[in-house]
């Protein structure tokens, strides 16, 4: 993708392909409601993680198993309790948790990619309208945005705590008596029913 092939006037920003003209992207998060002025419009774009202008030419999305370039981001679709499993290995080895910045704008891309790579940690993404409308992100997904270099780090954290049965799918807790409450015996519920 390169900026003639953009047509998100937020990314085209946040690229730093159209740094230069910020009415662009002031116009569309206004026109779009996404701010309610020019200053909360600004208030946006001064937020967002952003490449200097001329630091990138294009870039290049491909599934990770196909892919023909060595990537410097890895997003990956999932659901919250497979998010959580991710958490779990990346943070295995620092103990600390992951740092996130949620806005639903340019979510994907400026959020995911440009975070997790000025960052060079990972990030959770709620996927924006972008992603929805255009990638078919479905509703029960979230996005994991890291540097392919934290790869290793994730993979080594996510076997550890699968040793000590921290798994996805979740086992669920069956070894309990369910108890239903109750004040009534079933004999007047079902007369009051009739």
């Known amino acids: 993708m390169t900026p003639n092939d953009l047509g998100c006037a937020i990314s085209g920003h946040t690229y730093g392909w159209e740094l230069a003209n910020k009415n662009g992207a002031v116009d569309f998060l206004t026109r779009m409601n996404y701010a309610s002025d020019m200053t909360a419009a ?61 806005s639903g704008r340019a979510a994907s891309c400026t959020e995911g990619v440009l975070g997790a790579f000025l960052d060079q940690a990972p990030k959770v993404v709620v996927p924006g309208n972008g992603d929805r409308v255009w990638a078919a992100t479905q509703d029960h997904e979230m996005v994991y945005a890291l540097p392919a270099s934290h790869l290793e780090t994730l993979m080594q954290g996510l076997s550890k705590t699968h040793e000590k049965g921290i798994r996805y799918p979740i086992p669920t807790y069956l070894r309990y008596q369910p108890e239903v409450g109750l004040s009534l015996p079933l004999t007047q519920i079902f007369r009051k029913a009739e």
């Open 42 to 102: 600004l208030n946006i774009l001064e937020s967002l993680k952003t490449l200097k202008s001329g630091q990138c030419e294009a870039v290049v999305y491909s599934p990770l198993e196909w892919t023909k370039v060595e990537p410097d981001v890895v997003l990956i679709y999932l659901n919250p309790a497979q998010l959580m499993r991710c958490l779990h290995g990346s943070t295995w080895h620092t103990g600390r948790p992951i740092a996130g910045s949620f």
